[in-house]
């Protein structure tokens, strides 16, 4: 609803602008060097209402209808794609935002849990307990603070 109210505010403003300079009446004078000037408006009392056909233009010819629709066609198909890149982007932006909570959530849990545990161990190959030293165990607790201030901050 929002795209085709644009489309014809669009359309709208481009016909009020070819049509504006049809109602304008054009003037020819010439100044004291003998320059010969045009404008919409007299200088002065010497200059005189000139009349000019609306159809011919020395700029480009205008653009047939078929050309018309297809170079909004590709502005709309440009438009359509640039929204869908931008949908994209804030998905996968929203995606990254809940991984990062997540593991957020995940590393304060493990700091809170060194910080508690009477004690700390890794399993080795057999799946038996090899309980940390001192110096391990903060080890340990300083990967788990920096995770926190990776994903947390």
Known sequence: ????????????????????????????????????????????????????????????????????REKTRRLLRAYDEERRIKQQQVQQHQAREAERKQRCVRARDRLKQYRHAGALYDLDEQGNRQFLEHDQRRQAEARAAQDVDKWCN
């Open 1 to 68: 609803m929002k795209r085709r109210s644009q489309q014809i505010g669009t359309a709208l403003m481009l016909v009020l602008m070819l049509l504006a300079p049809a109602g304008a009446e054009i003037f020819k004078w010439t100044d004291d060097q003998g320059r010969v000037h045009y404008g919409d408006r007299p200088p002065d009392e010497d200059a005189r209402s000139v009349d000019v056909d609306p159809g011919t233009s020395t700029g480009s010819p205008a653009p047939s209808d078929a050309e018309r």
